[in-house]
């Protein structure tokens, strides 16, 4: 047995913490042995992350103590917690783009020969050892910029690991990965289990728990509900002790009634910020009653097309039909009027105005119509009205139109956005990677108006990086590799070894299967 | 929130002021008696009042100026310059065009501002075609307007003989208040008899005040009640989402240079229109527009909330300029109160640290009453 029961090698006491009112941990508990992989489950803000930089020593918690192999530990900061054999790997990766994958992993521990020359052979050699040994493949030689996200989470790892770390906390690190790529990381989290090391893996998908942990804490609202043998639990037990309510998996939804082509796209090239055709030569089709899915990985050009076709870039070559008018390189308001909207790809950076009120985000298409406007004014009551209503009939919390957009909850400014969307009903509604970073409750919730959208005769085109949100949802799944779709299937037939195989620029499905 | 705010303004005019206090002392002066100089030279008399008034009138306006590009995202470092133009085209328009009284005022102002707006919109127009950055332009665009209208000014249809300054406007653009009055017979028979009213009215009392609140009302009235305002708030906020939302980002970027052009325009109007009657010859620039960044800074960029800070700014200045000829203090303690006002309001987490620190040694009671 790998898991060593006599070693506690964390132990955290009655952990809270405090930010002014608000309080993120509330008397957590946390127990894990030497060689355990632990999950940390919970919803968006329920206090996983605030737990686990308390432990890196990023926060100091208000009450409460950290045992470190038995031993009452005081960590103030990160360079305590790196001393005692604790390493983390963020969410967003810390690295030098422009440093090698040595030169990234050695930063701030260099070897070095006399008068400070630094030693990048040894140092090599030293990375090279350890990647073997624990089966993390990277070129120890390649720069950042030109090796893939998974590889670059490896050479975060091994950062952790060359500082001599016992115990490994990832944050959310499937969020960025590929079928296949998580597949690889799963088995690094064994293989570094089996030669002693601790980890402790924060995510909120229930699956790579089942796959890979041995216990799983469960977190809601600052609050650890249990830890559990994960073994003995199903997801959907996991689900429920998450949310706090019986959670339902399968998207609940009838057969497609397919009507009409109402979007066209004809041989579109759109290039990126660096001049390069990003999307290159993509065609596709949506009907009406249908929800398309696009499967890719992230970065072949699904930004670049969205934008594209909403006005927000400009379109190199080929053509947008939408409802059988030419809609290429109109303006994005001309779009939005033609009846095609958009849940954006980044709802803080295009979706919401962070610091304007709720109301005033709700009218951000429709400002300058009536009832919102007369005549350049604004008629504050209408919009208020009209944002009161939506509030309570997309269940955003806090019931207040007039809270700041910026400090609602990530899955409530998202339902702001959706309101928002959907209040136009569009002809078409594209939904660009709209449940990123919510919770298992507030998915549910956006894919039930998606296809409830779809039932109302409307299409839906949805972009998304999570191959089961675009399986479960979608009615048909095209994928997309290097700015082109390279195969659409019906989603009935589409399983994720093949779609896999094909994000990952395999080819056709023929010469898949 | 807004309330918060407010305090922490009043704590940085607090601080602005026991700093100056430290100074004056470490100088040799006593501050208390320093002080008083100033509250007499500001309320000592209804002339000073009319000085303040009359001094704190522009920086009104453009810091109007500055506060609103600031709301709109916009940083317009080129008050000064727009000010200058303003204040030129008012004096060309107040000297050359033959108008009778009430409309030559009015059309003086309105051509003031234009100058002023279309100044800054061609600041505007380069972010919004080429992306220039609006700081980098608004600064050099001071130095053509003050050179452009020394150029100006020096043109022999315009200079006045012997002087450096241009000819001075006529009668009919002046927008003093009871001007012509005050030296006709029977307003000197009824000021001699009255004597709050002659002190009241013998500085260069002028509508700009008036014309300056107003100014603030309409700005707050767009900002926060028509669609221009959303659409420009929205720029300012965030120009992704803006643009997303079918808003015509770079029209408004030009659009809210224009309007806060016309502001500082119109400051420039009003001065020359109500006190000085000319443009000079200008070695250096005046510093009303560069006044209005601080003016803004200490309203918070709210429109209405330039005209308290305005007030305060041209009431430290003016109440300032007595400390020398009276106690001998020098002016330039003046600037470093407003200097460590505007540091402390820049700085807020500093405020609520010390504040918080003082509420942590109170912390147990307001702990306890929970």
């Known amino acids: 047995m790998r898991i060593d029961y006599d070693t506690k090698i964390i132990e955290m006491k009655n952990i809270t913490k405090k930010f002014g009112d608000f309080v993120a941990n509330d008397n957590i508990d946390l127990t894990v042995h030497k060689g355990e992989i632990h999950a940390l489950l919970g919803e968006n803000g329920a206090g996983k992350t605030t737990l686990m930089n308390i432990l890196y020593g990023l926060y100091e918690p208000t009450f409460g103590e950290i045992y470190l192999n038995g031993k009452k530990t005081n960590i103030t900061n990160p360079s305590v917690a790196i001393r005692n054999g604790i390493g983390m790997v963020h969410q967003h990766f810390m690295l030098v783009e422009t440093f090698t994958v040595v030169e990234n992993i050695i930063l701030g521990m260099e070897t070095t020969q006399r008068m400070g020359v630094l030693d990048i052979n040894r140092a090599t050699k030293e990375v090279e050892e350890l990647s073997k040994k624990y089966g993390l493949h990277v070129d120890p030689n390649a720069k950042i910029h030109d090796i893939t996200v998974g590889m670059q989470q490896r050479v975060e790892i091994l950062k952790a690991l060359y500082r001599g770390a016992d115990i490994l906390i990832l944050d959310e690190p499937t969020a960025v990965l590929t079928p296949q790529e998580i597949d690889e990381l799963m088995e690094i989290m064994r293989s570094l289990a089996s030669q002693g090391k601790t980890i402790i893996i924060i995510t909120h998908k229930l699956k790579e728990i089942k796959q890979v942990a041995d216990y799983c804490t469960v977190i809601r609202r600052g609050k650890k509900v249990d830890t559990v043998k994960v073994a003995d639990v199903t997801e959907e037990d996991l689900a429920s002790m998450m949310v706090g309510r019986q959670v339902s998996f399968k998207v609940d939804k009838k057969e497609a009634n397919v009507g009409d082509v109402v979007l066209k796209v004809d041989n579109l090239v759109v290039k990126d910020n660096r001049k390069l055709n990003a999307v290159k030569g993509l065609s596709l089709e949506l009907h009406r009653g249908e929800i398309l899915g696009i499967a890719g990985v992230d970065g072949n050009g699904q930004s670049e097309f969205i934008e594209g076709i909403t006005g927000l870039r400009p379109i190199e070559s080929g053509r947008v039909i939408l409802n059988g008018k030419d809609i290429t390189n109109l303006s994005p308001k001309e779009i939005i009027e033609n009846g095609m909207n958009t849940i954006p790809e980044d709802r803080q950076k295009r979706g919401l105005i962070l610091d304007f009120t709720v109301a005033e985000n709700m009218i951000l298409e429709n400002y300058h119509k009536e009832p919102f406007s007369t005549k350049g004014r604004l008629n504050h009551k209408a919009i208020s009205d009209f944002s009161k209503e939506l509030i309570e009939k997309f269940d955003i919390r806090p019931r207040d139109h007039m809270h700041i957009a910026g400090e609602l909850s990530g899955g409530n400014q998202q339902k702001v956005i959706l309101a928002r969307e959907i209040s136009n009903d569009p002809d078409v509604l594209i939904a660009a990677q709209p449940t990123r970073g919510l919770d298992v409750g507030a998915i549910e919730y956006v894919h039930k108006y998606l296809v409830e959208q779809r039932d109302h005769g409307k299409a839906v085109l949805l972009i998304s990086f999570e191959l089961d949100e675009i399986m479960n949802v979608s009615d048909r799944i095209a994928v997309i590799f290097n700015g082109k779709i390279v195969d659409v299937m019906d989603a009935k037939e589409a399983d994720e070894r093949t779609l896999g195989y094909l994000m990952a620029g395999g080819g056709t499905i023929d010469e898949a299967k | ?370």
């Open chain 2, 1 to 370: 929130m807004k309330q918060n705010r407010f305090i922490m303004i009043v704590i940085s005019i607090l601080f602005g002021l026991i700093t100056g206090a430290i100074v004056l002392l470490v100088a040799g002066f006593n501050p208390l008696e320093a002080y008083g100089v100033m509250v007499k030279g500001v309320f000592g008399s209804p002339k000073y009042i009319s000085w303040t008034i009359i001094r704190s009138t522009p920086l009104i306006l453009t810091g109007i100026s500055v506060a609103f590009a600031f709301r709109t995202g916009l940083f317009n470092i080129g008050a000064e310059g727009q000010f200058i133009i303003g204040s030129l085209v008012a004096t060309l328009v107040g000297y050359f065009v033959k108008l009778p009284p009430i409309i030559h005022p009015i059309v003086a102002l309105l051509a003031g501002a234009l100058a002023g707006a279309l100044w800054a919109g061609f600041a505007g127009l380069l972010k919004s075609k080429f992306g220039i950055n609006e700081v980098i332009t608004t600064i050099m665009l001071n130095w053509i307007a003050l050179y452009f209208s020394n150029f100006m000014v020096f043109t022999k249809a315009f200079k006045r003989p012997n002087k450096d300054a241009s000819h001075r406007i006529l009668e009919s653009a002046s927008i003093n208040v009871l001007g012509k009055w005050k030296t006709s017979e029977a307003g000197k028979v009824f000021l001699a008899e009255h004597k709050f009213w002659k002190e009241f009215l013998n500085p260069p009392v002028n509508y700009g005040f008036i014309i300056a609140i107003l100014a603030a009302i309409l700005i707050w009235y767009i900002l926060k009640h028509t669609t221009l305002g959303y659409q420009l708030r929205a720029v300012g906020f965030n120009k992704d989402a803006a643009e997303y939302g079918g808003i015509d980002v770079k029209k408004n970027i030009v659009v809210s240079m224009m309007i806060a052009g016309a502001l500082s325009g119109l400051a420039g109007a009003t001065q020359v229109l109500g006190v000085s009657k000319e443009t000079a010859i200008l070695a250096i620039m005046e510093g009303y527009g560069f006044d209005g960044i601080a003016v803004s800074l200490i309203a918070g960029n709210n429109p209405l909330g330039c005209i308290p800070a305005a007030l305060l700014f041209g009431g430290l200045k003016y109440g300032g300029s007595k400390l020398q000829p009276t106690i001998g203090a020098p002016f330039e303690v003046i600037n470093i109160i407003i200097g460590i006002i505007i540091f402390f309001i820049a700085m807020p987490k500093l405020v609520e640290i010390i504040t918080s620190y003082k509420g942590k040694k109170e912390g147990g009671k307001v702990e306890s009453t929970k």
